[in-house]
């Protein structure tokens, strides 16, 4: 897997870095929140409430060409909230819609748009992440002044609440 990873600064001011273990260094790989990786080499980064994915060369710890804008509309979150976007192993994007109705959007690597089914509640989400098998999607929300821990099966709809607290993260 590769080390990538968001380097926050005291302004609030975010920037991607990637590590290599041998020298023990950090490169600074360019703005954003977050960054995942596929399987495929691609690397995903949220910025400004858009995507961009570009070749991500593991070894000069660069992008080979400059990344290319595949999504606006991300659900940037709050605070050192880092958007609501996860990816398959298979390279499968999944991103949380900022405009309301707020719903889920599924983009496979053949570029196709999937809404998901519709019934997602308002509220600030975080820390969304597919399961292994690309069925389901586990998800946290903030809203009504409570942090929920939910799980969604992709293919009904259906959601089931792990988890609830007031103002405290889980």
């Known amino acids: 897997a590769l080390p990538i990873f968001t380097m926050w600064h005291r302004q609030g001011v975010a920037e991607i870095g ?10 600074v790989v360019g703005p954003g929140t977050r960054a995942l990786a596929a399987a495929n080499g691609i690397v995903v980064v949220a910025r400004e409430g858009a995507l961009s994915a ?3 060369d593991p070894r000069e710890l660069s992008f080979t060409s400059p990344p290319v804008v595949v999504e606006t509309g991300l659900n940037p979150g709050t605070g050192f909230s880092v958007g609501a976007f996860t990816l398959s192993r298979g390279g499968t994007l999944l991103f949380m819609a ?4 707020q719903e889920g959007v599924r983009v496979g690597r053949d570029g196709q748009t999937t809404t ?3 019934g997602w509640p308002a509220g600030d989400y975080r820390s969304v992440r597919l399961s292994p098998d690309g069925r389901r999607l586990a998800y946290s929300v903030f809203g009504n002044e409570r942090r929920e ?7 009904t709809g ?4 792990l988890a609830a607290l007031g103002r405290f993260a889980y």
């Open 116 to 118: 998901l089914s519709a």
């Open 158 to 161: 259906a959601a089931t609440r």
């Open 18 to 27: 990637a590590l290599d273990l041998r020298p023990r260094r950090v490169t």
């Open 98 to 101: 900022a405009s309301p109705p």
């Open 54 to 56: 570009g070749p991500f």
């Open 149 to 155: 821990l939910w799980v969604r099966d992709l293919e």
